[in-house]
């Protein structure tokens, strides 16, 4: 009798762990929409999801009464709410609706307002919005539509895009989720790139907001900068993770002695991989050293690895970087440095400070280089 109720409460805990997974995995998420103008991005993100059970758009908010876009949500049987820019910022007013509503995502699909922060402050992590320009140019106060086709073209820009990213206090400037490139032609106008913005909106945006919400294992973004005074001389590197569709977020920094820019750029990486608890992840390397990642994504380090690293400089954290490499799912992504993009910046912050605070200085075990 007593094995018997051994197994049945060994097998009723299995049921209920495995009841509670599937919870867990067909979660129904909610979604508001907020809007200013026509919307045929919310329509596009409201059709989208019609035929799937696990997600709802909740509601379309607009603080325009005339939008076409409550027409559009309306049609579609979704309910429509209209606000004024006092309902907005008073934190007594409109939050109060969002909060009751308990959404998962908030997108704002060509909305035209700022967002206040004690709205950012009660949904860390889940409002997005989307920029019809390659983020971090061209963005901003006023950078919206015909403005940005125009800042672009008049830049003698090759490319343009959209970029998907998180909202926080500052007008795009939010951690990048997501980004889709088109090129320029030489007889491009304003119209005709608004064109191109909108069919890469059309493909795009419903196909990450539903990555974002039902992706098992989020992805996580790790973001490194490193800096060696003299090069070589003394050094630091900096660097932030941040889990994708949670506020959490770690950062960390160290100086060191004597070293390279080089090997501060690798050492930030392999310390960023190290930290993280789990394996495999899916991990977005963000570097604005082409030696890291070019080496990666031209598959030159794989090459060194197989002629053991003759004649390579900084064998012993090359060997390091792959051992952690291999423990995740990891893409490198090149940005260019010192060009506003807020994560780079802060990070080369920190390598900077590092590299000059000489009481926390420890050894670059390895280098030996030391003219």
Not at 72 to 86: C, Y
Not at 235 to 253: H, N, R, V
Not at 354 to 361: P, Y
């Amino acid at each position: 009798m007593q094995n018997y109720i051994q197994i049945y409460s060994y097998t009723h805990y299995r049921i209920r762990k495995f009841a509670l997974r599937l919870t867990t995995m067909f979660k129904h998420h909610k979604i508001l929409i907020f809007a200013s103008g026509s919307g045929t991005n919310a329509e596009q993100i409201i059709r989208h999801f019609i035929p799937n059970s696990n997600v709802e758009v909740l509601g379309v908010y607009s603080n325009n009464p005339s939008a076409f876009v409550l027409d559009r949500a309306k049609q579609l049987g979704v309910s429509t709410h209209v606000f004024n820019r006092k309902q907005f910022n008073n934190p007594e007013d409109l939050l109060k609706d969002l909060i009751a509503q308990s959404p998962d995502l908030i997108v704002l699909a060509g909305f035209l307002w700022k967002v206040p922060c004690h709205i950012i402050d009660a949904f860390p992590n889940k409002i997005i919005n989307i920029h019809p320009a390659l983020l971090p140019k061209h963005g901003g106060k006023g950078m919206y539509g015909h403005h940005v086709h125009q800042a672009v073209i008049d830049a003698k820009e090759m490319e343009s895009g959209i970029s998907i990213h998180y909202v926080n206090s500052q007008y795009d400037q939010g951690a990048i989720i997501f980004q889709a490139k088109t090129t320029i032609g030489p007889d491009e106008t304003p119209k005709s790139l608004a064109q191109k913005i909108h069919n890469l909106e059309h493909r795009y945006f419903s196909e990450e907001i539903e990555k974002l919400l039902l992706t098992v294992g989020k992805q996580v973004n790790l973001y490194t900068d490193g800096a060696a005074s003299g090069n070589p001389g003394p050094g630091g590197y900096g660097l932030i993770l941040e889990w994708e569709g949670s506020p959490y977020q770690k950062t960390f920094s160290q100086g060191f002695i004597h070293t390279t820019n080089n090997r501060m750029e690798l050492r930030a990486v392999i310390k960023g991989l190290q930290m993280l608890k789990k394996s495999p992840l899916d991990v977005v390397v963000y570097t604005d050293s082409k030696y890291v990642s070019e080496a990666v994504n031209k598959k030159w380090v794989f090459g060194w690895e197989k002629k053991g690293f003759k004649d390579k400089k900084n064998k012993d954290l090359w060997i390091e970087f792959l051992e952690e490499y291999r423990k995740h799912n990891v893409r490198m992504k090149w940005i260019k440095g010192h060009n506003h993009h807020p994560q780079n910046e802060h990070c080369d912050k920190m390598a900077v400070k590092a590299s000059k605070q000489n009481e926390n200085h420890i050894e670059d075990i390895g280098y030996h280089n030391k003219e």
